[in-house]
């Protein structure tokens, strides 16, 4: 049996297919739990016939889209894509949002900005007033993590995030190593005064390669709630 949580994502990802997928467009697939319900329910109009070019922000994408029977073309050879629908960790009511809890930010970073247009799905959990309660995860390179780590906090600081608590991400007792073979420092800041500043600032570090702000990308949002309803925000 679903959760309700399950029910709200998937109905999410049904609607954004109502909304704004038609036929022969090039879209780019998003990670986590809720793009996932959204390719699978996608994978069921390919099969019946829609034509769309796709490609993915993440090696677990992949192996979902290729099972729902999405043929995947190589972000190198897609051209600009036409619409990328992806998931947040927590989103506001003018579309920031913290990204990364799958570890695949900067896969899906790249994809929304070489898309027209970047539509968030979620369920009604995801919405806040303010980012900052899910920690902001920042990829960074393995080299010298410590160093990078510290200019890090330095940069919070800097914008008013006195007590960040600063993690290196770990599964199992390894280090948890991304898509690119680099780290994630997940940092619990609290609320996060101006996000777009600090998400400039972040990659100005080096050894940071991307941090989970998203503060441009998206255009709207279609929410699951767990009653089974949906809206579009835009
Ligand atoms: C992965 C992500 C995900 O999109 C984000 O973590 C949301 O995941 P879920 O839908 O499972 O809550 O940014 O890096």
Same mark, same amino acid.
């Given at each position: 049996m679903m959760s309700a949580q399950d029910e709200a994502k998937k109905a999410a990802g049904r609607r954004v297919i109502e909304e704004f997928v038609t036929d022969g467009m090039k879209l780019g697939l998003g990670s986590g739990t809720t793009s996932h319900f959204f390719v699978r329910e996608l994978g069921k109009h390919v099969a019946n016939g829609l034509k769309l070019t796709c490609t993915t922000t993440s090696r677990s994408t992949n192996d979902v889209a290729r099972e729902a029977g999405i043929a995947l073309t190589d972000p190198n050879e897609? @051209?600009?894509?036409d619409l990328t629908v992806d998931g947040p960790d927590e989103i506001d009511r003018d579309f920031n949002m913290i990204k990364g809890g799958g570890a695949c930010l900067l896969w899906e970073k790249i994809i929304a900005h070489a898309s027209k247009r970047m539509i968030t799905v979620c369920d009604?959990?995801?919405?806040?007033?303010? /980012? #900052? #309660?899910f920690p902001l995860p920042v990829e960074v390179v393995q080299f010298a993590w410590k160093q990078t780590e510290r200019m890090v906090t330095e940069a919070l600081a800097d914008h008013r995030i006195k007590n960040a608590v600063i993690e290196r991400r770990m599964r199992d007792g390894q280090p948890v190593v991304t898509d690119s073979g680099n780290f994630i420092l997940d940092c619990r800041c $609290?609320?996060? !005064?101006?996000p777009a500043r600090l998400e400039i600032e972040l990659n100005r570090? !080096? $050894?940071?390669?991307?941090? @989970? /702000?998203?503060?441009?990308?998206?255009?709207g949002m279609v929410v699951g709630r767990f009653d089974g309803s949906t809206y579009v925000a835009l």
């Open positions: 897609i @051209g600009e894509i009604e959990s995801k919405i806040v007033d303010r /980012l #900052g #309660g $609290g609320v996060i !005064p101006a570090i !080096p $050894g940071v390669v991307e941090n @989970g /702000l998203f503060t441009r990308e998206s255009r």
